[in-house]
């Protein structure tokens, strides 16, 4: 732990013990409380002249730091207001955040982060994070290390390389901003201790020209690095991980597609490890899917898939559904012949480039003939939905308007309740809208969307858009991992936490959402917590003793309150 401070968890809850004084309790983060210090407790750590006198509750300064939030002019402000923020007095900003879930989430992570981080260089002012490049292997070590984090102080290290970014790509050293956004999101959601978490960029170069040529950008200046000296980096990045802290899950944010599922199927027996990218997105869309075909009266194994954009995510998305349809009793062999993968050539199918994780996917020749397409040898997804009539169709393709009125009506003309999910984000890069899929099945679609939309009013219904937004897994999922010391994720926890999100939608109304809204992320985030930490159990992977569940989740989430201060 670092010498100036050190938070304790016993029985009453967190002590903070403070051994610095004077500014250094004010400049950093997870020891400021600003002006709800007592008088008392600013006398003895030296800063009752470095405070106004008088002495505010957190209810007070929640008010006050609301308001500016709301007065900032755009999202990119109030980001970059909540940014400076946290870098104050971070139980505050949690507390705030905690309080205004709903509203904040797409300001701290997405959409509105997206745009920070293309503009990272330009708006930095302060670190957070570490930040190793692969100019300095040998500095993996001690760069883990700056934190002053103890063996057992760690429960989580987020990281990235910024080749994957979201939906605009390479984006170097900013990437960095997307680990910090995800922590805030495991913190808020389901109470990972903000002072046990770690994030991480692996600097290894950018192939992005704006940034290589901008005199104000902060990363290693050259191309990407993409031979084996890459995959020892990373290997040694990995070694000094688990070495300097054992209990500690990896998740991997943000990589490139080749390198994201290389990376995952290299560690996933060695270590515990979890990309949220292939297994989180994968697991919300599943619950979507499952609370979806619950409102279909059709069995998932009944139900036939197309997958538009099946790269990192669509092909995680796809593997999932193929393994719950395994649990309904089918052979994976028959559950593959369920769907239809699309990617940049189209189909995949024989003969077409093929990264291997799309490779179970592809469809044979014969399996085609008789096909009627609009332009002979390609195979397109109007082509697609004409000859499969599919009854599911999930889009991550970053394709706007993919999902056209002629393609969507084509569907909706052999499905009565076609599901129909355009995830990819930020709203721009939106397969359809749900205002138009409303439209064109006269309102009979199921939707869930990547980015948040607002309710649709059709034909007297109140449509509530789910948003399959990844937050309503993987913060559960990480603290289910560090409640049961889980040695590594499994296929079947990650398929337990994308029951328990979809067990807790219960609402079969017309319209209602297919998936729990924003404002219930800390019960969501629990009983995901739960599920993944009880299959852990059932699978021996757990190597703590889990005896009272409930009390044991509850009890590892953090509260953003004022914790007890003793001055030392």
């Keep these: 732990m670092p010498q100036s401070f050190e938070y304790v968890h016993g029985p009453d809850g967190y002590t903070l013990r403070i051994k610095a004084r004077g500014r250094e309790v004010l400049t950093n983060p997870l020891t400021n409380l600003g002006t709800a210090f007592t008088r008392e407790q600013r006398i003895a750590l030296g800063i009752n002249a470095l405070l106004p006198p008088n002495v505010m509750t957190m209810a007070k300064q929640l008010k006050r730091v609301y308001a500016q939030f709301s007065s900032q002019p755009d999202d990119l402000s109030k980001y970059v207001y ?14 705030l955040l905690t309080e205004h879930i709903e509203e904040m989430l797409p300001i701290v992570y997405t959409p509105t982060i997206g745009a920070a981080i293309e503009t990272y260089s330009h708006w930095y002012h302060r670190p957070r994070g570490i930040y190793l490049n692969i100019d300095d292997p040998d500095g993996i070590n001690p760069g883990l290390k700056s934190y002053g984090h103890g063996c057992e102080d760690v ?44 994030p991480v960029v692996l600097d290894v170069g950018t192939d992005n020209l704006d940034l290589l040529n901008d005199e104000s950008y902060l990363g290693v200046r050259h191309s990407r690095v993409r031979d084996a000296r890459y995959d020892e ?17 990896i998740h991997w944010e943000d990589f490139g597609a080749n390198n994201a599922h290389r990376i995952l199927e290299k560690y996933r027996e060695q270590i515990c490890t979890f990309n949220d990218d292939i297994q989180g997105t994968a697991a919300v869309v599943v619950a979507a899917v499952l609370s979806a075909v619950k409102r279909s009266r059709t069995k998932l194994s009944d139900h036939r898939l197309v997958v538009h954009g099946a790269g990192t995510a669509g092909a995680g998305i796809a593997n999932l559904l193929v393994e719950e349809m395994v649990s309904e009793g089918m052979s994976r062999e028959e559950a593959l012949r369920h769907f239809w993968g699309l990617g940049s050539g189209g189909l995949l199918r ?57 393609i969507v009506r084509e569907m909706h003309a052999h499905c009565e309740r076609p599901i129909i999910m355009p995830l990819s984000n930020p709203t721009s890069l939106s397969e359809a809208t749900p ?102 159990k059932d699978e021996g992977l757990a190597r703590a003793e889990l005896d009272n569940l409930v009390q044991q989740v509850h009890e590892a989430m953090w509260e953003p309150d004022y914790p007890n201060v003793e001055v030392v």
């Design 350 to 406: 024989e003969g077409s480039r093929l990264r291997d994780f799309q490779k179970p996917f592809a469809r044979r020749s014969d399996e085609l003939e008789g096909w009627t397409l609009d332009h002979p040898g390609r195979y397109e997804l109007a082509d697609v939905v004409r000859n499969v009539q599919p009854t599911i169709m999930i889009g991550t393709s970053a394709q706007p308007g993919a999902f056209s009125e002629a």
């Design 82 to 95: 909540m940014n400076t923020m946290q870098e104050r007095n971070e139980t505050l900003f949690y507390r």
């Design 435 to 536: 205002a138009d899929l409303l439209r064109w099945t006269r309102g009979r679609a199921l939707i869930a969307t990547g980015s948040p939309f607002e309710p649709v009013e059709y034909d007297g219904v109140t449509h509530h858009i789910a948003q399959a937004n990844n937050a309503l897994v993987f913060p559960g999922l990480g603290l289910g991992v560090a409640v049961a010391r889980a040695s590594r994720v499994s296929d079947a926890m990650i398929a337990a936490s994308a029951e328990a999100v979809a067990s807790v939608v219960t609402d079969r109304a017309p319209g209602a959402s297919l998936l729990p809204s924003m404002d219930k992320l800390r019960s969501v985030s629990a009983r995901v917590a739960m599920a993944v930490a009880q299959t852990a």
């Design 155 to 198: 429960d989580l290290v987020v990281v990235t390389d910024s080749e994957g970014i979201l939906g605009i790509g390479d984006q170097g050293v900013g990437g960095v901003a997307i680990t910090i956004g995800k922590l805030s999101v495991y913190t808020a959601a389901a109470g990972i201790h903000p002072n046990r978490a770690l």
């Design 233 to 249: 980096f990373v290997d040694r990045f990995v070694q000094s991980v688990t070495a300097l802290y054992p209990n500690a899950m």
